[in-house]
Antibody, heavy 119, light 106 residues
Framework: EVHLLESGGRLIQPGGSLRLSCTAS????????MSWLRQAPGKGPEWVAG????????HYGDSVKGRFTISRDNSDNTLYLQMNNLRAEDTALYYC????????????WGQGTPVTVSS | IQMTQSPSSLSASVGDRVTITCRAS??????LNWYQQESGKAPKLLIL???DLQSGVPSRFSGSGSGTDFTLTISGLQREDFATYYC?????????FGQGTRLEIK
């Protein structure tokens, strides 16, 4: 069974940095594209960043480009999101998600980790 | 690519047939996916590539469309179907979602 477990979310001041982790199990992690998505309270999902299976292909949403960095460690089955220069509008529940091979749909999601940016 | 869903909310009764529409700002061929989100839970993928039902999703859900116009139809609403539905384009980065359609019990 696919299992994705996010961690690292917390309350942080504007301008601060945070690294989120997503530990994967139940599938061959190195074979699948992975993404980070977020959902602000009362809003729809927003795709944040995606990474190809080997890590060579990376894309970002416009609102986080230049501030966030997605990476993965296939030897440790872990996906990361380094978030710098955080803003109040980055406040959301952050999900990691697994895509099918050669697709940018999101077939499995974690339970999310909350990030609150506030002074 | 902007995704626009309509309606933003919808009231219906158990047993009804409902249709939700999603329009893309440019052609996305059939790179369109539908999700269901229950309160307090992560979104669940229902339909992939405009019309392919995910394994385990009841057959009362169906999707159609190509290019810029897509529909999600639920035939014979069940109580567990009252949730929020989102479309999502996977044609090109940045990946984008519709604003959602909240399906409520009448």
């Amino acid at each position: 069974e696919v299992h994705l477990l996010e961690s690292g979310g917390r309350l942080i001041q504007p301008g601060g940095s945070l690294r989120l982790s997503c530990t994967a199990s139940g599938f061959t992690f190195a074979t699948y594209p992975m993404s980070w998505l977020r959902q602000a309270p009362g809003k729809g999902p927003e795709w944040v960043a995606g990474i190809s299976p080997a890590g060579g292909g990376i894309h970002y949403g416009d609102s986080v480009k230049g501030r966030f960095t997605i990476s993965r460690d296939n030897s440790d089955n872990t996906l990361y999101l380094q978030m710098n220069n955080l803003r109040a509008e980055d406040t959301a529940l952050y999900y990691c998600a697994k895509s099918p091979v050669a697709s940018q749909s999101f077939e499995h999601w974690g339970q999310g980790t909350p990030v609150t940016v506030s002074s | 690519i902007q995704m626009t869903q309509s309606p933003s909310s919808l009231s219906a009764s158990v047993g009804d047939r409902v249709t939700i529409t999603c329009r893309a700002s440019q052609s996305i061929r059939t790179y369109l996916n539908w999700y269901q989100q229950e309160s307090g839970k992560a979104p669940k993928l229902l339909i992939l590539a405009a019309s392919d039902l995910q394994s385990g999703v009841p057959s009362r859900f169906s999707g159609s469309g190509s290019g810029t116009d897509f529909t999600l139809t639920i035939s014979g609403l069940q109580r567990e179907d009252f949730a929020t539905y989102y479309c999502q384009q996977s044609y090109s980065a940045p990946i984008t979602f519709g604003q959602g359609t909240r399906l409520e019990i009448k």
